[in-house]
């Protein structure tokens, strides 16, 4: 049974287009994250929520959209994709913040063309 | 002042030889720092972490060596196995519910035979 799943894996589209990455984890914690990984392999952290509730959110373009249904579900919807997109979005869920350990999912690859 | 600078980008270790990563961090309010390790196409997974009360901490065959006044903490990893090639993320972190991890730059660490 997988902690962290992310749908899709893959994802390629063209610029312009709106696109969902759907995260969630069976772990029973309560703290949710978006991270995203370029092609330098930099890890930055976008957005968090504990129990539904943003609490962290980065200096992110408002083309991004967290939301948060329930605390073992996280989305992420991306409007008018940019080529500067393009990276890996990994979720994570930790129980509490720091200095909990995050538990990552696999990530999910966008690429815009 | 919540930078986390992590050295060598990419490092190629013979088996059997130690591996070393280094990291420095600016912020004093860290007061967790944990090591991930990340094989391609998986997300980052907890390798070890370090509290600033110790200044070692050792499991199995990987080391932080924490120094405080120097703000500086680093891997060690002993009798390198090519099983251990993947990037190696440093972070840091302060302690709160709003609070996040400051991931360092990432190091690829490759163990030959």
Redesign the interface.
Known sequence: DTAVSQTPKYLVTQMGNDKSIKCEQNLGHDTMYWYKQDSKKFLKIMFSYNNKELIINETVPNRFSPKSPDKAHLNLHINSLELGDSAVYFCASSQGAVPGELFFGEGSRLTVL | QQQVKQSPQSLIVQKGGISIINCAYENTAF??F?W?Q?FP??????LI?I?PDVSEKKEGRFTISFNKSAKQFSLHIMDSQPGDSA?Y?CAA???????????G??T?LQVTL
């Open positions: 007061d967790y944990p991930y990340q196409g998986k997300g980052p997974a907890l972490a509290r990037t993320f972190g302060r302690t709160g519910t709003a609070s996040k991890l400051t991931f730059t990432g690829r």
